[in-house]
């Protein structure tokens, strides 16, 4: 599944789409492929702050459980609330259904995220040296 260009991307492997003054974010299609089948998201609460770098929730795999990182730093403005119920949209819909959060930035850190091909290249570099 190709990285969409219109949105940035952590080395963290999580996504960030400007969306008219929010922020959407969600994990990418390379992350889903190596966590397997989700079982269970934990987001935060709308109105939380959370800091870019920072955990902002969990994800939870028939292999593992991972922290979700922050992107960006701001206000939770929305969260999915299907993934309660339907974590699965992470694994069928990683760009698109299976979005996990939406802030309201609160500095001009998305400048600094990697663009699609950047993303790219550092998942080839990676699968390279293994």
């Known amino acids: 599944m190709p990285n969409p260009s219109d949105r940035r991307y952590t080395k963290d492997h999580e996504w960030?789409?400007?969306?008219?003054?929010?922020v959407t974010i969600g994990v990418t299609a390379f992350a889903v492929e190596q966590?397997?089948?989700?079982?269970?998201v934990e987001l935060p609460a709308v109105g939380d702050l959370v800091r870019a770098g920072q955990p902002f929730?969990?994800?939870e795999s028939v292999k593992s459980v991972s922290e979700l990182y922050a992107p960006l730093s701001g206000r939770v403005a929305a969260i999915n609330p299907r993934l309660?119920?339907?974590p699965e949209l992470v694994n069928s819909a990683p760009f698109g259904e299976g979005w996990m959060i939406a802030l309201e930035p609160s500095g001009a850190e998305f400048?600094?995220?990697?663009?699609?091909a950047a993303y790219t290249a550092l998942l080839a570099a990676a699968q390279t040296a293994h």
């Open 84 to 86: 309660e119920d339907e």
């Open 16 to 22: 960030a789409r400007r969306d008219e003054g929010r």
């Open 35 to 40: 966590l397997g089948d989700i079982t269970l």
């Open 57 to 59: 929730g969990t994800i």
């Open 111 to 116: 400048e600094q995220l990697l663009d699609a």
